[in-house]
């Protein structure tokens, strides 16, 4: 009788455990992504694809390098997405077998969990995910290496750790708080020594416990790192902006992680409107976290936790929507330390002999409900790239320039993003001259409807219903108020009429649409060029009223600037002592249209402005001229040529000369920038004058001059720009008044 040869058992640990892991991961990733690889270019995608050094360094070469060698194919931008996702699977993998030493399926359950996680799809089903993946692969393999250093420090683990790091911190700013988690990842160190926990889990490496947390370098090691971080920040000042700094913005999209399938938009308008919800949600969530971790006593989940917080600080101003969830492919570092913190709770319920096979059929089950989920994303996705495929083909045959209504901007999790689809000339789309008139989320058409009444040559009304509505409204709901006025690129959107589940716009394009395009049995007959409509201003509630004469017919150089004692009265009650000093300060007055330098209490100089037509007011879109304290944050355009036309403070190279008719309202000559100095009021939040992008430049409306007509910004003739712009300092007060 022949014995039966005895197979060799696989080991937990060694080279060929981790062969035999690394296998069913990229099986894994295959059955959940395999449908995406036809998915086409959505939404961000179209930009990049234009113009590739637009994204982060490394990512923008890479994409560069996609572009030329796959062109109009997109399966091969999916398969280099794919491949940076794995590599973040195996770096997580190892990250979570060097810091838990418990069975071998919890770094397979990390992984999986991280890769079938649909709150960061469009990093993985854009194909310009690179953006997102090749930071997040970095930054978790820089992880990887400082672990097995900690575990078991070489010679090379420490190089290569500051190596890792330096490459996941320089060039990317949202992994600026990476320092955070290794100073995170130190505590949990001391922590699990002062413990003295090392249970001796199945799958135990036999040298983890007497090596774990007892690297004597690695306290140092985060010298050397914070010094990268502090050059990281030198390399991006824009990371400590105050809108950036922002708490809802920084951890209200981490919910997400625990509830990865986007808000309701009811929920979402709920929380928009109450901002207290959110907080109590919040201490919800932490007095949860707290028991959590107060009952396991394993400092690997308040490492995760902590760590996931920490890698949305500085990120708060960055667009997030809860709705359909984009821009959550910068959550993908996030998701990971929350994906360790996870397994570390399911690693300690094991310790308990009666719950390790219901722990086991739990994440098994676990793992298959995020897999279908994403799998729903990705079926997603492809309706979306059919509905832009089949938009972009009917918009190529209508009459420029097409009026998109509605441009849709996402479905279900999927930026369908009309409008960028035919921005720009790509391998997959060609540029269509176009008007974004009213921006929408998308419905299938059984479950919303759109209706264009009264086209007129200045402007058009359009009737919008939905059950609910605000499942159609895009975040954050500014068309959901009436009286609010939201301005497009070409068009501004004045929201009339609120009612139940309907809603009437009124819609003024700057140039007026030959065709409408993506409204059901609704198309604009062509116009002949002799039509075309005049320029639209922001559509307002009031009616302009008398202006003061003074502010109409003022000259800088013969008017009496001296200030009379209810003048002075103002500046006293506004602290402009405190605020200004002996100056030179500038005051704007909305009620007289006037334009002052004040130093030493004096004017020294003055001229007739124009602020706001709708007034004065602080939201962002309100079209409205900000009040209180200012600062000169930027001067723009010195030496600049009389009339040079300005855009996103840029010159655009174009000279505007007087009598030149155009329908634009141009931003001209010199501008100075202006800061919000009063938190709450004109800086942070919705509120920020800053990013408002309020000025003080010249215009090409100078017989406007001394009416309140601008969009918000503080409007000077152009002579009298360039003289303001040479007499105000950088940092320079400016106190606006009504």
């Known amino acids: 009788m022949h014995e039966r040869p005895i197979q060799p058992r696989i080991p937990h640990t060694g080279p060929r ?25 959505l939404g961000r995608d179209y930009a990049a694809l234009a113009d590739p050094g637009s994204l982060p360094p490394i990512a923008g070469r890479l994409f560069a390098w996609e572009i030329a060698a796959f062109g109009g194919w997109a399966p091969g931008y999916h398969v280099v997405n794919l491949v940076i996702l794995y590599g973040c699977m195996l770096a997580l993998y190892r990250f979570v077998r060097l810091t838990i030493p418990g069975p071998f399926w919890l770094g397979t359950l990390a992984a999986a969990l991280f890769m079938a996680n649909p709150v960061h799809s469009e990093a993985v089903l854009n194909l310009s995910g690179v953006a997102d993946l090749v930071p997040a692969f970095f930054a ?96 991006h000042p824009g990371l400590f902006r105050v809108e950036n700094i922002e708490p809802a913005g920084m951890f209200a999209p981490l919910y997400l992680i625990f509830y990865p399938i986007g808000l309701l938009p009811e929920t979402a308008y709920a929380f928009y409107q109450h901002p207290w919800l959110g907080w109590l949600a919040a201490a919800a969530v932490l007095f949860v976290i707290a028991l959590v971790y107060r009952k396991a006593r394993q400092p690997v989940i308040a490492f995760g936790l902590v760590s996931m917080a920490g890698m949305r600080l500085f990120q708060g101003g960055e667009f997030f929507d809860p709705v359909h969830m984009l821009g959550g492919g910068r959550l993908l570092v996030p998701n990971a330390l929350f994906c360790v913190a996870l397994v570390g709770l399911f690693y300690r319920i094991t310790d308990h002999p009666k ?11 676990l793992a298959v409900v995020f897999f279908a989920m994403q799998i729903m994303f990705i079926v997603r996705w492809r309706e979306a790239s059919r509905l832009v495929e089949q938009f972009q083909a009917a918009a190529s045959v209508h009459a420029a320039p097409v009026g998109i209504l509605p441009d849709y901007r996402a479905y279900l999790g999927a930026p369908v993003g009309l409008s960028e689809a035919i921005s720009h000339d790509t391998p997959f789309s060609k540029r269509v001259d176009h008007v974004s008139l009213l921006p929408l989320d998308y419905a299938p058409p059984e479950e919303h409807f759109v209706q264009v009444k009264n086209p007129e040559v200045a402007s058009l009304t359009c009737l919008v219903e939905a059950e609910p509505l605000v499942k159609i409204i895009p975040w954050p709901f500014g068309l959901m108020n009436p009286g609010n006025i939201l301005r497009t690129e070409k068009a501004v959107v004045e929201v009339y009429e609120v009612d139940g589940d309907s809603a009437v716009f009124m819609i003024k394009p700057e140039i007026f649409p030959r065709e409408l395009c993506c409204v059901r049995g609704i198309t604009l007959p062509a116009m002949p060029e ?30 009496d600037c001296r200030l009379t004692p209810e003048q002075r009265q103002v500046l006293l009650e506004a602290g402009w002592q405190e605020h200004a000093g002996d100056g ?55 030496d600049a040529p009389w009339g040079q036309v300005f855009r996103a403070k840029r010159p655009t190279g174009e000279i505007w000369k007087p009598g030149e008719e155009t329908d634009r309202d141009l931003v001209l000559t010199r501008i100075l920038a202006l800061a919000g100095e009063e938190p709450g009021l004109n800086k942070g939040g919705d509120v920020d004058s800053y990013k408002r992008c309020i000025y003080i430049h010249g215009t090409n409306g100078e017989d406007e001059i001394g009416r309140p007509v601008s969009h918000g910004c503080i409007r000077l003739k152009n002579d009298d720009v360039i003289e303001a712009f040479e007499k105000i300092p950088e940092g320079a007060a400016v106190l606006i008044t009504e």
């Open 355 to 365: 719950w390790r096979r219901p722990v086991i059929m739990m994440t098994t089950l």
């Open 17 to 41: 455990r981790f062969a035999v892991d690394a296998v069913a991961l990229l099986l894994y990733l295959i059955v959940v992504y395999a449908a995406s690889l036809w998915v086409r270019p």
């Open 584 to 638: 030179p300060a500038v005051w704007v007055s909305i009620s007289e249209q006037t334009f002052r330098i004040i130093e030493h209490g004096e004017v020294t100089w003055q001229a007739p402005c124009s602020t706001a037509k709708n007034g004065p007011g602080f939201k962002a879109d309100s079209f409205k001229t900000p009040l209180g304290w200012h600062s000169v944050a930027e001067k723009v355009g010195e």
């Open 530 to 559: 002799s039509e075309s409509a005049p320029p639209a201003a922001p559509a307002g509630g009031e009616t302009e009223g008398e202006t003061s004469q003074k502010g109409a017919d003022m000259n800088s150089a013969e008017d």
């Open 140 to 235: 978790l393999l820089a992880l990887a290496v400082y672990a097995r250093h900690v575990v078991n420090a070489r010679w090379w683990t420490g190089p290569v750790t500051l190596a890792a790091f330096a490459m996941a911190v320089l060039p990317y700013a949202r992994n600026f708080p990476l320092i955070i988690v290794a100073a995170a990842y130190q505590w949990a160190a001391w922590r699990q020594k002062k413990l003295n926990v090392c249970p001796s889990n199945e799958g135990t490496p036999p040298a983890a416990c007497s090596l774990r947390w007892r690297c004597p370098l690695c306290p140092t090691l985060l010298v050397p790192m914070a010094t990268v971080t502090a050059l990281a920040a030198y390399l």
